[in-house]
């Protein structure tokens, strides 16, 4: 059965710094790129960060670029969300979710994400 | 930046066929993909490269992709679809793409 189980949220303040972790297995996590997606409290959903499968190839949403760091250790079925500079808007749900490829975005390369985790919440208040 | 368009509310009578549409520029050339999500749940994928079904998803549910909209019905409606639902799909920022989400669709089952 496929896991993925999420860790790390809580409550922080403005400015302050968070890790996200996803524990992984059921399969070859070293098969697949991997993905954050986020979701406001009443909310929809918000794509965040990708990894491939290897971690040579990462991509941001524009609203996460350079505060957030998306990372992975394959020999530990692991995947992270180093989260600095934190603000009230990132305040949400967060969910690690597999992709259907090995990398993102390539020519006849086509990601979807399934499954997902149950996610971890982040609140972000002073 | 790139925005998928949904409506935000659909409601069907039990029995009747639900339609919900996205719209995008780009979705001519980059596939689309649906997801599920009940409250409190996680979303699941319901349909994948505009019109495949994942295993364990009922018949009822199918894809179609006609120019910038995509469309995800739902045939025969069941009180357990009553749901949000996402479609999803890529597209090109610079060199980098980006994954885009819809802003969703409440499927009320009147």
């Known amino acids: 059965e496929v896991q993925l189980v999420e860790s790390g949220g809580g409550l922080v303040q403005p400015g302050r710094s968070l890790r996200l972790s996803c524990a992984v297995s059921?399969?070859?996590?070293?098969?697949?790129?991997m993905h954050w997606v986020r979701q406001a409290p009443g909310k929809g959903l918000e794509w965040v960060a990708g990894?491939?499968?290897?971690?040579?190839?990462?991509v941001y949403a524009d609203s996460v670029k350079g505060r957030f760091t998306i990372s992975r250790d394959n020999a530990k079925n692991s995947l992270y969300l180093q989260m600095n500079s934190l603000r009230p808007e990132d305040t949400a749900l967060y969910y690690c979710?597999?992709?259907?490829?090995?990398?993102?975005?390539?020519?006849?390369?086509?990601?979807?994400?399934?499954?997902w985790g149950q996610g971890t919440l982040v609140t972000v208040s002073s | 930046s790139y925005e998928l368009t949904q409506p935000p509310s659909v409601s069907v009578s039990p029995g009747q066929t639900a339609r919900i549409t996205c719209s995008g520029d780009?979705?001519?050339?980059?596939?689309a993909y649906w997801y599920q999500q009940k409250p409190g749940q996680a979303p699941i994928l319901v349909i994948y490269?505009?019109?495949e079904r994942p295993s364990g998803i009922p018949e009822r549910f199918s894809g179609y992709s006609s120019g910038t909209i995509v469309t995800l019905t739902i045939s025969g409606v069941q009180a357990e679809d009553e749901a949000d639902y996402f479609c999803?799909?890529?597209?090109?920022?610079?060199?980098?793409?980006?994954?885009?989400f819809g802003g969703g669709t409440k499927l009320t089952v009147l």
């Open positions: 990894i491939s499968w290897n971690g040579n190839y990462i």
């Open positions: 059921g399969f070859t996590f070293d098969d697949y790129a």
């Open positions: 780009a979705l001519p050339n980059q596939y």
């Open positions: 490269k505009d019109t």
């Open positions: 979710t597999k992709d259907s490829a090995s990398t993102i975005g390539a020519s006849g390369i086509h990601n979807w994400f399934d499954p």
């Open positions: 999803q799909s890529a597209h090109s920022s610079g060199n980098y793409p980006q994954l885009v």
